[in-house]
């Protein structure tokens, strides 16, 4: 072979696997995206149920029930909305601190999450929500002081 | 007193290294040795400085000196020793030290033990280190200062975050960086090459023990922080395709490929410009990691604080880093002579190949980290991108490469045998197809991909056993021929082996843990029972403790397999007074037939407990074949040559291949 055929073979065999990576993340894009939305987000938008979506607030204090196999439900804030999840819930959920699910609603207009993610300590909030806090007013001034990473 | 010295020492060394940046590459522009030779005690006076600010923040935490802020905020006296350490590192702050204290000492190696290395060459190294330096501690100076005071001093700390508080977390950071900053060697290699215009097999040389050292260093920390992820967060996962953890694999891919390409590099003088550019992306990816852990503009569920100062500072950094090498590349690469010829099918052709599918995953992890980012900053959309993203591209991208794994090796340079390369391969291959068959017929269940999976692992690990195989002609020649040839191979064959067979051992285990992992979630009152992967736990009721700085409540659960004793469990939770939170201890019995994970959680009515408990199949074997991969390099760079005797520069404008010294 040429010193040209070699470098055609090199240029087409990158250009194959190039063109494989773009369609498998534009394919994955397309599928396994998750939107975040804050409970007034979803009572003003049409959000299909089975959507997988991620939900983001305040847990309503005084809202947390555990049943037997124990679902809990956390309304979160100006809108409220009732959450059920089954399983053990992290360490720092608790009432009247921000939390981030992931789920989808229920025909029923309930959500069913199947994961929730509770911040890392009593400082940290999502950025997520921080933002939809501070846009409904909500916002205490330092409460996201000083976080901590895990790295 | 002390804290201040640390303080003036981090000073000066900002001092020395604004020297060492500027006087070397004065010196080598205008021909002067002396000023260029300036580098070496610069270097050396730095990493000495840097020393003394560490020595003196560790010594602030060691003695709980209240009255810094930083020790104040992150320590508290009721610690045990250990964590009080830690806590140095285990802050943005102190981390940042850590962090040029580890890039002071690779430039320090560079000064003391680089005297063989070209004067120039080495002069312009130690100036781009110096750079990185003063970048570095201008930021710890500027925005994020250990040592600044509190006045009147707190009576007690507040403690360091609960979860941070463990041995594996305690040495994961020190790891995590050594790895990052010691690609900064490769990065000043390549940029002093590209000032200097002037490229050969001798700089490959020179580069290749630096970038082992950080990919073995990397490779560790990586395995310790997912380790730690398991057994501490109470989940049961090891990877989440969390940024922060998709920030320091980045680098890893990155730099498993420029192992590779300098290697041909070394060798066969070829694939010089990319080696080059491969050396400037990997260390830019460490930069990138450190912005995205250290500014937070990540949304994660172990995302920094928010500090925009700082976020910016860094990011500023990163564009001038980033962006001045590449600049630097564009400029200056056309300059450097073509290398060798190759045929596709050849090893170098297929180091290409693992170069292209590394670099072209890493990419799609790196659209999966940031896009989100790009996203919200754009539209103002918030998305997430979850392990599902990362399942669909890079699994297939990375799979082709694992199956190419063990033909490398195999190959001839120049020109490959690929039927002869299969021919050698037949009995891993053999192997590998029972083990499929073996493992369909065991399981129906789970997923149809997991029997390849396991397929995939045995043929990594056998195509690594084949080449040593090969090499010492065992079972063509006699017994003792073979022997004496297994003696004689060089360190660097049993390394690429072990490592390669580590990479085998990890597939194992992923494929393991991910295709037949099994979860119960039960509420239990004390005597009730549950059935996992023919394990009987019985709940026997709860005890609470008292730890040196925490309260605990902890179950007790007795474990039978067919009515036999095996152990008991007692996961816990444990409430943190000082710094008013709780973590979760999971109680774990290990087994290389798989771990039994439990976890205690919420109380319920009655006295019960929701409790959740995993059967992780073969789960060790993922860090155990990390640690493979890492002595599998500690192997190889203890090979003499790598040390001595080889990097001899090739003649200015004669660019001859070094001959070929397998």
């Given at each position: 072979m040429t010193r040209k055929q070699r470098r055609g073979v090199l240029i087409g065999t990158c250009l194959v696997v190039l063109g494989v990576a773009v369609g498998l993340v534009l394919y994955a894009m397309r599928d396994s995206i998750v939107f975040f939305y804050s409970p007034s987000d979803i009572a003003k938008m049409e959000i299909a149920p089975g959507q997988r979506i991620r939900l983001g607030g305040l847990v309503e204090t005084g809202s947390v029930t555990r049943d037997q196999a124990p679902p809990s439900t956390s309304p979160p804030m100006a809108q409220a909305l009732p959450v059920t999840f089954t399983g053990v819930l992290p360490d720092l959920?608790?009432?009247?601190?921000?939390?981030?699910?992931?789920?989808?609603?229920?025909p029923d207009g309930t959500f069913k999450a199947d994961s929730v993610l509770a911040k890392h300590d009593e400082n940290y909030m999502p950025p997520?929500?921080?933002?939809?806090?501070?846009?409904q007013g909500v916002w205490r001034e330092g409460a996201a002081a000083g976080g901590v990473t895990t790295q | 007193m002390i804290a201040e010295t640390g303080h003036y020492a981090l000073i000066l060394a900002l001092g020395v290294a604004i020297v060492q940046m500027v006087l070397p590459v004065i010196g080598t522009r205008f021909n002067d040795p002396r000023l260029a030779a300036v580098s070496v005690p610069a270097a050396q006076a730095q990493f000495i400085l840097i020393c003394i600010a560490f020595s003196a923040l560790t010594a602030a935490y060691v003695t709980s000196d209240f009255s810094i802020l930083n020790v104040w905020q992150n320590s508290h006296s009721a610690k045990p020793m250990l964590y009080k350490i830690s806590a140095v590192w285990g802050n943005h702050e102190g981390s940042m030290v850590l962090w040029v204290l580890i890039l002071a000492l690779f430039g320090a190696a560079v000064a003391t033990f680089g005297s063989n290395l070209p004067r120039q060459l080495q002069a312009n190294v130690l100036a781009v280190q110096g750079s990185i330096a003063v970048a570095f501690l201008l930021f710890i100076v500027t925005t994020s200062n250990p040592f600044l005071r509190v006045d009147p001093a707190p009576f007690d700390g507040q403690g360091l975050n609960p979860v941070l508080q463990d041995p594996a977390l305690a040495f994961h950071p020190p790891f995590l960086y050594a790895g990052y900053v010691g690609f900064s060697m490769a990065f000043s290699f390549a940029v002093a090459a590209l000032i200097d215009g002037r490229i050969d097999a001798a700089w490959a040389r020179w580069v290749r023990p630096w970038t082992l050292l950080a990919w073995m260093c990397l490779t560790l920390g990586i395995a310790m922080g997912s380790w730690w992820a398991y057994?501490?967060?109470?989940?049961?996962?090891?990877?989440?395709?969390?940024?922060?953890?998709?920030?320091?694999?980045?680098?890893?891919l990155a730099g498993t490929a420029l192992l590779h390409s300098a290697l041909v590099m070394e060798k066969r003088d070829a694939l010089k410009v990319w080696t080059i550019l491969l050396a400037i992306i990997t260390f830019s990816l460490s930069l990138m990691g450190t912005f995205l852990v250290r500014s937070g503009v990540l949304t994660s569920v172990h995302a920094f604080a928010v500090d925009p100062a700082r976020g910016v500072f860094i990011l500023g950094i990163m564009s001038v880093f980033i962006g001045g090498s590449f600049a630097l590349f564009a400029w200056r690469a056309p300059l450097l002579s073509q290398g060798g010829l190759f045929a596709?099918?050849?090893?170098?052709?297929?180091?290409?190949?693992?170069n292209l599918l590394l670099t072209v995953a890493c990419a799609a992890v790196f659209v999966g980290t940031l896009y989100p980012l790009a996203l919200e900053a754009v539209t103002g959309e918030k998305i997430s991108v979850g392990a599902p993203?990362?399942?669909?591209?890079?699994?297939?991208l990375i799979v082709p490469l694992l199956i190419a794994v063990p033909f490398g090796p195999l190959l001839a340079w120049k020109r490959g045998d690929l039927l002869g390369a299969a021919q050698r391969l037949t009995v891993a291959a053999l192997v590998s197809l029972a083990a499929i068959i073996g493992v369909l017929a065991l399981h129906q269940s789970g997923p149809w991909l997991a029997p390849l999976g396991i397929g995939l692992g045995l043929w990594l690990i056998m195509g690594a056993l084949t080449e040593l195989a090969t090499r010492s002609k065992l079972f063509e020649a006699s017994w003792a021929e073979s022997r004496r040839r297994l003696r004689n191979l060089p360190r660097a064959a049993y390394g690429t082996a072990l490592a390669h067979a580590g990479l085998g051992v990890m597939v194992l285990g992923l494929v393991a843990t991910t295709a037949w992992r099994s979860e119960r979630i039960e509420a239990l009152a004390p005597g009730g029972t549950v059935d996992i992967a023919g394990y009987q736990l019985t709940f026997e009721g709860v005890k609470e403790g008292q730890g040196p700085n925490y309260k605990e409540l902890a179950g007790i659960f007795q474990v039978t397999r067919d009515g036999q004793p095996v152990t008991t469990?007692?996961?816990?939770?444990?409430?943190?007074?000082?710094?008013?939170?709780?973590?979760?201890?999971?109680?774990?019995?290990?087994?290389?037939?798989?771990?039994?994970?439990?976890?205690?959680?919420?109380?319920?009515?009655?006295?019960?407990y929701s409790v959740r408990a995993y059967f992780n199949p073969m789960v060790r074997l993922i860090w155990l074949g990390a640690l493979f991969m890492f002595f599998g390099g500690a192997v190889s760079l203890s090979d003499r040559r790598l040390r001595v005797g080889a990097p001899k520069r090739a003649k200015a404008k004669t660019p001859t291949a070094v001959a070929a010294g397998e």
């Open positions: 959920f608790r009432e009247g601190q921000g939390v981030v699910t992931e789920g989808a609603l229920q997520e929500v921080a933002a939809k806090l501070k846009e | 057994y501490e967060l109470g989940w049961g996962g090891f990877w989440f395709w969390d940024p922060v953890e998709n920030a320091s694999f980045m680098p890893w596709p099918i050849s090893r170098e052709g297929a180091w290409v190949l693992n993203f990362f399942n669909l591209t890079f699994v297939p469990l007692v996961p816990s939770k444990r409430a943190y007074s000082v710094e008013k939170s709780a973590t979760t201890e999971a109680g774990i019995h290990n087994s290389w037939r798989g771990d039994l994970y439990l976890v205690l959680g919420d109380p319920l009515k009655d006295g019960a």
